[in-house]
């Protein structure tokens, strides 16, 4: 193949986000002056007014009784600083990635918090301005794309490995970070041939620590499948063709198969686009496909079909003997709250998200019998589905998500409780949290001891603090034992992980 | 490609880490006669290791082609940070560069599992594309009868 061919090869894989038409630049950005106006008027936006460019330590102050067996630390990742230079973000997904770490023990419960130096924020500190596009924004005289990390702003999740902590986004490299200082070491290569390849937010780790995940080049219409040693050794990485894969954000996976539903939202490549977010389509009409892969071999074995709708989120699968896979997720109708809802937040505009937010959904996949059935479990809104880390890939009992009823109208507009469902039972048990904090993911862990316990990061936005609540995940019912407060509030994250130790 | 030792032109290096050619052996696929004489710069930045060679492309653009015409292949040595290539007697007109930095020397792009170069790469102009590859149009430097330079900055 000749060297042209290469390069041209490698650019039509980097126009990833498009760079599309340039803005004039604003005296004032209408954005930020729209959002401060707003919050004055909802004070509970201030989950998405970003953080400052600076660094974050403090001992969190805490009231109750922290369980003594639980130690360790949360790691958690999310948009973090939405503006730079007097220019705010369209889309609540651009922020720059936000790693958080919660360490507790000893009675005592410490907060670091970082943005990821990214090279994009690296470049753009260094201009005082915003200069790349992002997923939904596009700044004004915005620079072209050499490659998809190019606006990786590694915001979405973290990954502990071995001595280093990976922030991850999904459509490029993974950015590893010192986990005691958070200081961000640069992107990662596990191996030469998949250097710049897309890494999901949300690889699944089996209880042995064998990790898998996946990535989609959208334009290339490639899915990506990783398969990591329980000693975080790449095993394996294959390319797969999948037409019209779209953007599949998270997957599941079982003793024998990795499974992941492909809703139909595409880029179409002859929109006159400004972002990527403005060239995605909505084929409501079309199916979402189930795609089931082998693990054996990598191989996609089955594609089923499901109605349209959209999933940001599985909690977990399961395969019992004749090959049924069960599985959970948080299913919404279709990606407004996406392509619609996270961009007008950002010039806070409140929305009414109750029809295209997600509810509860359970779902049974026969691979011998060549059936994809859904249902719903539970007539609420859910979303941040977990298990325990125990429970990955077989069969679960427990499974935690946040919820909102859907009689329930707090005084924001977000979810407002935590919801633990016991799978065998159908038992919901659940806390309501105060109008005046906005809950974030809530992590089901495994202390030392074996006890088992909730971690449940929010915002008062009332008192303009960032907490960490533990509930008893037997008995959430009950509310928290513990409280730890922050004298300062961060953006919403999104995801995380625990390190028990 | 093959390796081409025979496109690699004499050569001394300076102390500034500047490449001249000193005699342009390497037009050989000149795609027609130059009407006037002209000097053409390639300046390559942010070269960042010294491992393997540069391989170097001159387009000419206009001659009835929108993707250009290769007039010059040119493999030079790494030098940090930077390299910058004189060529001689080329014909005034609209030219484009593209560079590859074949750090293992092995006359090709090393390519990850769907192609995308992971050796480093650039074009002139530093152009960058918008849905697809950058334009021609982009990538393209005017050059009269003073000369040219066309600057490209290595991508990691």
Known sequence: MQRRQFLELALTAAALAPLGRVAAMPLGDTWETA???????????????????????ASAKVTGTWPAALAGSLYRNGPGMHSLGGWRYRHLFDGDGLVQCWRFGNGEVRHRARLVATDKLERERAAGRRLLPGFGSLPPDAVGLAGADDLNPANISVLPQGDRLLALWEAGSPYALDPETLATRGPVTFSAETRGLPFSAHPRQEPDGTLWNFGYLAGLNKL?????????????????????????????????????????????????????????????????????????????????????????????????????????????PDPRLMTETFRELMRGTEADFTT???????????????????????DMLGEFPLVLPAEVARRHDTLVMLGRDLDDRPRHDGLDRV??????????????????ELPEEHLPVTAADGSRWLLGPSLDWASGQSLLRVFRLDDVAAGPVATARLPYALPLGLHGRFLAG | MAKDAQWLPRVCRTAAGTIMVATLLLIALLAQAPAAAAEIQLVVEDVRSEQGVLRLELLRIGDGSEDGVTTAQIMVPAVVPRVRVTLHDLGTGRYAARVHHDVDDDGAMATNLVGMPTEPWGVSNDARGRFGPPRMTDMAVDVGDEGGVLRMTLVH
């Open chain 1, 35 to 57: 959002f401060r106006a707003a919050l004055e008027e909802a004070p509970w936006l201030l989950g998405y007014l970003g953080c400052e460019d600076r660094p974050f330590d």
């Open chain 1, 356 to 378: 295209s937010a997600a509810r509860p959904y359970r779902y049974r996949v026969d691979l011998q019998g060549g059936t994809a059935e859904e249902e719903p479990f539970a």
């Open chain 1, 419 to 436: 919801c633990v469902f016991d799978l065998a039972c159908e038992r919901r048990a659940s806390f309501r949290y105060p109008d005046t």
């Open chain 1, 224 to 332: 990506v499948l990783w398969h990591f040693t329980p000693d975080a050794r790449l095993a394996r990485a294959v390319v797969r063709d999948v037409p019209r894969i779209g953007m599949p954000h998270d997957f599941v996976v079982t003793r024998q198969h990795l499974l992941l539903l492909l809703p139909p939202l595409y880029p179409d490549p002859g929109a006159d686009a400004a972002t990527l977010l403005d060239s995605l389509r909505w084929h409501g009409e079309e199916a979402t496909r189930v795609l089931v892969v082998r693990k054996s071999d990598l191989e996609i074995v089955t594609t089923l079909e499901l109605p349209a709708q959209w999933v940001f989120h599985f909690g977990n699968a399961w395969e019992d003997e004749a090959g049924v896979i069960r599985f959970d997720a948080a299913r919404a």
